[in-house]
C-alpha cells in the first residue's frame, strides 16, 4: 500500500504544483521517490505531530494541499485536537494519512497501533474517513482524496499488501464492493483483513452457512444502503475490523441497524475492549487476538448455532 | 485626539462590549492591546478592510485566543466590521464569540481558543509564503502561559529548521496565567535566551510601547533567515488599577464597588454601564 501511495502522490504532484508532502519522521520506505521529484514540495518537519497538522491547515489556507502522514496512531490520537480544531472545525483541506493502521507495525505493539483511530475520528464532523483494502484502493483514495476540498484521513497498512479482489472501475468505491456471495450470512469488513475476512467466509460456506463479503472501503460517508439490504436479507451480519469494536465499522453498522424494528442478529468481531495483545508478524497478531480467518470463521459459526 | 485618549477609548469598548456579552478575558485583552494596535491601526501590517481574505495581507494568528476582544476591538476600529457587529459579541447568532472560532470573523484567520495551535498554523503560511516567493508576513502572537503547551516548541523547532525568516512570534509576557504567577507555575525565566537557544531572533520591547513596537512590527524582513521573536514585555490588566498584575482577574467582571474604579479610570458613565448590562439582560 505504501508503494501505491507514493505512486499517486508523485502523479499529483506532477499534475498540481500544490500537492506537497509533509512527514513527522515516520514515514513510508518510497518517500525518498517523492523527494526525489519534488524536493521543493517535501518537508519532513521532525517527531512534531501537532505541528504537521497545524502546519498543513496553516498551508491549505495559502492554496496548497498539504498530504500529512505519519502512523495511524501517533495521527490519530497525538494530534487530535489539531485534527479537530484545526483541520475539520474549518474545513480545510488537508489530507490525513495514517501508514500502519490497525495492529499493521505488528511487532512494536499495541502503542504503536491504531486500533481506535475511527472511534475518534468518526466522532468528528467534516471528515471524510476513506478506509482501502488493498493498494489498487490506495491509489484511488488519494486521487479521490485530491478531488474533495476537505479534510480526509486515510487509514493504509503497511504489510506488503496485495489486490486480492478486482479493483472499482468508478472511481472511489464509496459503495460497498461484494468479494464473496452468500445467503445465509454476510460478513461486513473494511481495510486489509477484508483478505481474512474474504478466507473465513469460504470456510463457513464450505461448512454449509452461506456467506456473503462486502468490503466497506468508505466509513465516512458510510453506505447504509448496503447494510439495510443486507440486514433484510440474511440472518447473520457479522462486522470484521482490525479496530476496537466500539466506535468503528461494527458500531457504525449497529447504528444503521438500531433504526430498524426487525433486523439481521449482529456478531461484531474485533478488539472487544481491550488493546491488542502481543508481538509478531500481522498473522501472528491476527492469531493471537482472535482476527485471522479461523477465528473469525468459528465466531461465525457459533453465533450462527445460537440462532438455529 | 491622541492615541492615549483613543486607546483608553478602546479599553473603555472591550469593557462595555464584555459587560453587554457577559464577561470576558479583559486582563488578557488589556495587555495585548498596543501590540494589536500597533499591527493594524498603525498598519505595520499590510491588510485589506475591504478584502479580508486578499491573498498577499500579512497574516496575525491570535494563537492566544483569549485575547479575542482586544482583536476584535480592534478590528472594528479599523474598519473590518461594525460597531454593530461588535455589539453582538457572544450573543447567539453572532460571529463572535469568547475565543474566536475562525474563518466567518473578518480579520481572523483561524479558530483559537485551545492553546498551541497558532504558532503550528503560522509556521504553514510562513512556509507557503516561502515555498510561493509571496510578500506577505506571518505575526502569531502568543500568551508566556501559552509556551508551557509542548506544541508551542515543536513549531519554534520548526520554523527555525524551516528557515521561516517572514514568521514572527510576539509573546505577550506579561507574567501571568489563570491561576498563579507564569514563574512560580514553570519556573521560566528568560524568554530571550530560550528563544534564541532554538535559533531565532529575538528583540524586546516595552509592550505597551507604541513607538517601540512600531520600530520593530513596521521592518519588513523579507530576506531574513531566521525567524523573529518579539518578547514584549506587559502588564496584565493594563489600564485600570486594581486589575494590573493581579491574576484573580483572569476571567472576571468587577463587583459593585470595583466598577467605580473601572468607571473612573476608563472614563465610563453610569449610563454607558447600564445600557450595557441591558444588552445583556435583554438577550436571550
Known amino acids: 500500500m505504501q508503494r501505491a501511495y507514493i505512486?499517486?502522490?508523485?502523479?499529483?504532484?506532477?499534475?498540481?504544483?500544490?500537492?506537497?508532502?509533509?512527514?513527522a519522521d515516520n514515514g513510508t520506505d518510497y518517500d525518498w521517490l517523492f523527494q526525489r521529484d519534488f524536493p521543493e514540495r517535501f518537508f519532513n518537519v521532525g517527531i512534531a505531530e501537532q505541528n504537521m497538522v497545524a502546519m498543513g491547515a496553516g498551508l491549505s489556507t495559502c492554496g496548497y494541499i498539504p498530504f500529512v502522514l505519519t502512523a495511524g496512531s501517533f495521527l490519530a490520537y497525538r494530534a487530535y485536537e489539531f485534527i479537530r480544531d484545526d483541520v475539520c472545525f474549518p474545513c480545510r483541506n488537508v489530507k490525513l494519512v495514517a501508514s500502519g493502521g490497525g495492529m499493521s507495525i505488528s511487532n512494536l505493539g499495541s502503542t504503536h497501533h491504531a486500533t481506535e483511530d475511527l472511534a475518534n475520528l468518526r466522532a468528528l464532523p467534516n471528515l471524510t474517513i476513506l478506509s482501502p483494502a488493498s493498494p489498487a484502493e490506495v491509489e484511488a483514495a488519494v486521487a479521490e482524496a485530491y478531488k474533495i476540498e476537505g479534510p480526509v484521513y486515510i487509514r493504509m497498512g503497511m504489510n506488503g499488501e496485495k489486490d486480492f479482489f478486482p479493483a472499482s472501475r468508478s472511481g472511489y468505491p464509496y459503495q460497498a464492493q461484494q468479494i464473496a456471495d452468500g445467503t445465509d450470512a454476510a460478513i461486513i469488513t473494511t481495510g486489509s483483513i477484508a483478505e481474512q475476512a474474504l478466507a473465513a467466509a469460504q470456510k463457513l460456506t464450505t461448512l454449509g452457512i452461506s456467506t456473503a463479503v462486502y468490503v466497506f472501503s468508505s466509513i465516512?460517508?458510510?453506505?447504509?444502503?448496503?447494510?439495510l439490504k443486507l440486514a433484510a436479507k440474511v440472518r447473520l451480519l457479522a462486522t470484521v475490523e482490525e479496530h476496537s469494536i466500539t466506535g468503528g465499522l461494527g458500531s457504525a453498522v449497529a447504528e444503521v441497524l438500531c433504526e430498524l424494528p426487525e433486523h439481521a442478529v449482529l456478531c461484531r468481531i474485533g478488539l472487544a475492549g481491550v488493546f491488542s495483545q502481543g508481538y509478531g508478524t500481522l498473522k501472528q497478531m491476527y492469531r493471537m487476538n482472535g482476527l485471522d480467518a479461523e477465528a473469525i470463521a468459528d465466531r461465525v459459526l457459533k453465533t450462527w448455532r445460537k440462532l438455529s | 485626539m491622541n492615541e492615549a485618549d483613543i486607546l483608553r477609548g478602546l479599553r473603555k469598548k472591550i469593557f462595555l462590549t464584555a459587560c453587554a456579552g457577559g464577561g470576558g478575558h479583559l486582563a488578557s485583552s488589556f495587555s495585548s492591546l498596543e501590540i494589536l494596535y500597533t499591527l493594524y491601526a498603525r498598519k505595520t501590517m499590510n491588510f485589506r478592510c475591504n478584502e479580508p481574505l486578499w491573498a498577499d495581507r500579512d497574516r496575525l494568528i491570535l494563537s492566544k485566543g483569549h485575547a479575542a476582544l482586544a482583536c476584535y476591538t480592534v478590528l472594528s476600529h479599523v474598519g473590518f466590521f461594525g460597531e454593530d457587529v461588535l455589539s453582538g459579541y457572544a450573543k447567539p447568532h453572532s460571529v463572535l464569540?469568547?475565543?474566536?472560532?475562525?474563518?466567518?470573523?473578518?480579520?481572523?484567520?483561524?479558530?483559537?481558543?485551545?492553546l498551541g495551535h497558532g504558532l503550528s498554523f503560522g509556521v504553514g503560511t510562513a512556509l507557503a509564503s516561502k515555498m510561493s516567493h509571496a510578500d506577505f508576513e506571518t505575526f502569531v502572537l502568543l500568551g508566556d502561559g501559552e509556551c508551557e503547551e509542548g506544541s508551542v516548541w515543536e513549531a519554534v523547532i520548526a520554523a527555525s529548521a524551516l528557515k521561516l525568516g517572514r514568521l514572527i512570534a510576539i509573546v505577550d509576557v506579561n507574567g501571568l496565567q489563570k491561576m498563579a504567577t507564569v514563574s512560580e507555575i514553570a519556573g521560566i525565566s528568560s524568554w530571550e535566551d530560550k528563544w534564541r537557544s532554538f535559533g531565532w531572533d529575538v528583540v524586546s520591547v516595552d509592550g505597551h510601547d507604541l513607538e517601540a513596537l512600531t520600530q520593530i512590527l513596521s521592518h519588513r524582513r523579507s530576506h531574513e533567515d531566521k525567524p523573529l521573536a518579539i518578547v514584549a514585555k506587559t502588564v496584565k490588566g493594563k489600564g485600570v488599577s486594581i486589575m494590573e498584575n493581579n491574576p484573580v482577574w483572569h476571567y472576571r467582571m468587577p463587583g459593585k464597588k470595583e466598577l467605580k474604579t473601572f468607571m473612573a479610570e476608563l472614563d465610563i458613565s453610569q449610563e454607558e454601564v447600564d445600557h450595557a448590562k441591558s444588552i445583556y439582560q435583554c438577550a436571550e
Open chain 1, 220 to 227: 465516512k460517508p458510510f453506505d447504509s444502503e448496503t447494510v
Open chain 1, 7 to 23: 505512486n499517486a502522490l508523485n502523479k499529483l504532484a506532477q499534475e498540481d504544483d500544490r500537492v506537497v508532502s509533509v512527514l
Open chain 2, 97 to 114: 464569540g469568547g475565543e474566536p472560532s475562525g474563518e466567518s470573523i473578518p480579520g481572523i484567520e483561524t479558530p483559537t481558543g485551545s
